[in-house]
């Protein structure tokens, strides 16, 4: 660690039966998942502008999906402003660095919530006589299936933030243990 606050953290830790959690391995981490989330995401998006332009005949659905596409990337990019510089500084930047990235997570669910929902429903009503009247089974298949994506969508801030309360429970946690140690030790 090198810094004096990140020695006395570790001082701290050297007498208990805890060990000291090691926040810059969890950052570097977590840097490292946002990376390659972001390349996955952005490859699929990509991906999938490049099949629609080359499959797609109906220029509704053509630009429908363009447009999808990008406001889809503009608001990830304007929800990831500010959290791809990871820091290298004290253990109170690392906290500072996870928490932001739990905010972003949860501005992203808030993302999905309103994007996903109405494109899934496009597709639903725009598509609804693909395979024609006899495949009934197939189209009650599908719809259900719609149904329970969209309802997925809708309910994303709510179970994203279940998933992130442990992680912020614990940065919390070590927040206050920092926050009681001596100052200049």
């Excluded at 005949?57 to 447009?67: G, S, T």
């Excluded at 906290?95 to 997570?105: G, N, Q, V």
């Excluded at 501005?107 to 639903?124: D, E, N, S, T």
Aim: hydrophobic share 50%; aromatic share 10%; charged share 20%.
């Amino acid at each position: 660690m090198g810094d004096p606050e990140a020695e006395a953290w570790r001082s701290g830790w050297t007498g208990t039966e805890v060990p000291l959690p090691d926040i810059r391995a969890r950052v570097t981490a977590q840097v490292a998942r946002h990376r390659r989330a972001n390349i996955l995401f952005f490859a699929l998006n990509a991906g999938g502008v490049i099949a629609n332009l080359l499959g797609q005949d109906d220029p509704i659905v053509r630009w429908l999906i363009i447009a999808w596409s990008v406001v889809l990337s503009v608001g990830l990019l304007w929800i990831q402003r500010g959290i791809a510089c990871p820091p290298s500084g004290s253990p109170r930047e690392a906290l500072a660095y996870l928490e932001r990235r739990i905010r972003m997570e949860r501005q992203g669910a808030h993302l999905a919530r309103w994007m996903y929902p109405p494109l899934m429903i496009f597709v639903a009503i725009y598509y609804r006589d693909l395979f024609g009247e006899d495949a009934i089974v197939v189209k009650l298949v599908l719809r259900a299936m719609f149904g329970a994506l969209v309802v997925g969508m809708i309910s994303a801030p709510w179970w994203v933030r279940r998933f992130t309360a442990a992680q912020q429970a614990e940065i919390n946690a070590w927040r206050k243990w920092l926050d009681e140690q001596p100052v200049g030790t």
